[in-house]
């Protein structure tokens, strides 16, 4: 691969090879860090690129590989919780609901922690980068159907967390009324 | 969007049964939207999702990127344009140690066994006849002694027919032991 076909068809995915770094490592300098390395990496070999089949796929087990491999080779701790800029700009917000949004996020935040490393690049790969579940399954090397069976598990662990999440702020409300 | 297709999309989608489509139609619903309270609880899901989407490298990666690209293209032009010349110096250090041990191989074949030690032709010459000398002189003595002997030996008198008869004796007794000895065996 020339250095014009690298630039034209390697670094515009950049910012989706990062998106998925961050959705497994949750730190945006360590993310754009392994995203660097990676981009290096396939710079170094980008005579072998054009022999690829599947390219993007290709970026994505190459950036996917390199995250889990720092997340385990520094022990990483997640606690960082993806700052909530974007809940902030919705117009109907009060600083009443972003409070309530930026629980609700973190709520999000440490369900998708509890799924599997499959479970949550599936999710990602589908909610943020919109991609089928065709794609994914090349992507993450799997079958189509542990892709539809990890995005169910995903979806529906989220959505209970939210159930539960909702139901205990109702019960709260109703207590401090009845206490009145 | 009615909140009956909303409804029905949003079962599709804890289902996994939508569509890329609809479920895009879900995120712009909930984050363009005022939320109906009804779907306050699930609504943040599709808010998070939507601005994840908008997660962005920082505006400094390109040029970082780009940086270490060039330095990276810099090291494999010097590398590029310094390899023919490597690969001459090493041809040429190559035929100079092949001539080197070529040129000391003919010198050690062509080495002298006897070195010449004397500078003036005359003191050799001498030295040479002088060591003939005493070669000769030398023989001379050996010859005379030998002759000397021969003589003195001569001066013995000594009776050689005799010395042969009793050799020829001591042969004959052995003859007879041995003829002896077969008959016995034969017996």
């Given at each position: 691969?020339?250095?014009?076909?690298?630039?034209?068809?390697?670094?515009?995915?950049?910012?989706?090879?990062?998106?998925?770094?961050?959705?497994?490592?949750?730190?945006?300098?360590?993310?754009?860090?392994?995203?660097?390395?990676?981009?290096?990496k396939l710079?170094?070999?980008?005579?072998?690129?054009?022999?690829?089949?599947?390219?993007?796929?290709?970026?994505y087990r190459a950036t996917r590989n390199l995250t889990l491999d720092r997340l385990s080779m520094k022990s990483f701790r997640k606690t960082e919780t993806l700052d909530m800029k974007s809940f902030e700009l919705t117009?109907?917000?009060?600083?009443?609901?972003?409070?309530?949004?930026?629980?609700?996020?973190?709520?999000?935040?440490?369900?998708?922690d509890e799924l599997s490393e499959t479970q949550k690049s599936v999710f990602q790969l589908r909610e943020m980068e919109g991609m089928s579940y065709k794609e994914i399954a090349e992507t993450l090397d799997l079958s189509q159907d542990i892709v539809k069976v990890s995005l169910f598990r995903a979806r529906n662990n989220i959505k209970s967390a939210l159930l539960k999440k909702d139901s205990f702020i109702k019960e709260n409300k109703y207590g401090k009324r009845t206490n009145r | 969007?009615?909140?009956?297709?909303?409804?029905?999309?949003?079962?599709?989608?804890?289902?996994?049964?939508?569509?890329?489509?609809?479920?895009?139609?879900?995120?712009?619903?909930?984050?363009?939207?005022?939320?109906?309270?009804?779907?306050?609880?699930?609504?943040?899901?599709?808010?998070?999702?939507?601005?994840?989407?908008?997660?962005?490298?920082?505006?400094?990666?390109?040029?970082?990127?780009?940086?270490?690209?060039?330095e990276r293209q810099k090291k494999y032009i010097t590398i590029k344009l310094f390899a023919p010349a490597l690969k001459i110096a090493a041809m040429v250090a190559f035929i100079l140690a092949l001539s080197f041990s070529g040129l000391f191989w003919i010198n050690s074949t062509k080495k002298q066994h006897f070195a010449e030690t004397y500078?003036?032709?005359?003191?050799?010459?001498?030295?040479?006849?002088?060591a003939l000398d005493k070669l000769s002189l030398a023989l001379q003595k050996s010859e005379k002694?030998?002759?000397?002997?021969?003589?003195?030996?001569?001066?013995?008198?000594?009776?050689?027919?005799?010395?042969?008869s009793l050799n020829m004796e001591i042969y004959k007794n052995e003859?007879?032991?041995?003829?002896?000895?077969?008959?016995?065996?034969?017996?």
């Amino acid at each position: 691969m020339s250095t014009e076909r690298f630039h034209e068809i390697v670094l515009p995915l950049k910012d989706k090879l990062y998106r998925h770094a961050l959705s497994i490592i949750r730190d945006r300098s360590e993310a754009e860090d392994i995203i660097q390395d990676v981009l290096l990496k396939l710079w170094d070999k980008k005579k072998e690129l054009s022999q690829i089949e599947n390219l993007e796929a290709y970026c994505y087990r190459a950036t996917r590989n390199l995250t889990l491999d720092r997340l385990s080779m520094k022990s990483f701790r997640k606690t960082e919780t993806l700052d909530m800029k974007s809940f902030e700009l919705t117009e109907t917000t009060t600083p009443q609901t972003l409070f309530e949004n930026k629980e609700t996020a973190s709520i999000i935040e440490q369900c998708i922690d509890e799924l599997s490393e499959t479970q949550k690049s599936v999710f990602q790969l589908r909610e943020m980068e919109g991609m089928s579940y065709k794609e994914i399954a090349e992507t993450l090397d799997l079958s189509q159907d542990i892709v539809k069976v990890s995005l169910f598990r995903a979806r529906n662990n989220i959505k209970s967390a939210l159930l539960k999440k909702d139901s205990f702020i109702k019960e709260n409300k109703y207590g401090k009324r009845t206490n009145r | 969007m009615e909140r009956e297709q909303i409804d029905k999309l949003l079962g599709k989608y804890w289902n996994c049964e939508t569509s890329l489509e609809e479920e895009q139609l879900l995120q712009q619903f909930f984050s363009e939207n005022v939320v109906p309270d009804n779907y306050k609880n699930v609504a943040p899901l599709f808010l998070y999702t939507h601005n994840e989407q908008k997660e962005k490298l920082s505006d400094s990666f390109d040029e970082k990127l780009n940086q270490k690209i060039e330095e990276r293209q810099k090291k494999y032009i010097t590398i590029k344009l310094f390899a023919p010349a490597l690969k001459i110096a090493a041809m040429v250090a190559f035929i100079l140690a092949l001539s080197f041990s070529g040129l000391f191989w003919i010198n050690s074949t062509k080495k002298q066994h006897f070195a010449e030690t004397y500078n003036d032709p005359l003191a050799a010459y001498k030295e040479a006849t002088l060591a003939l000398d005493k070669l000769s002189l030398a023989l001379q003595k050996s010859e005379k002694a030998s002759l000397e002997t021969l003589v003195q030996l001569n001066e013995l008198n000594v009776d050689w027919d005799f010395i042969d008869s009793l050799n020829m004796e001591i042969y004959k007794n052995e003859e007879e032991i041995e003829l002896k000895e077969e008959q016995n065996l034969k017996l």
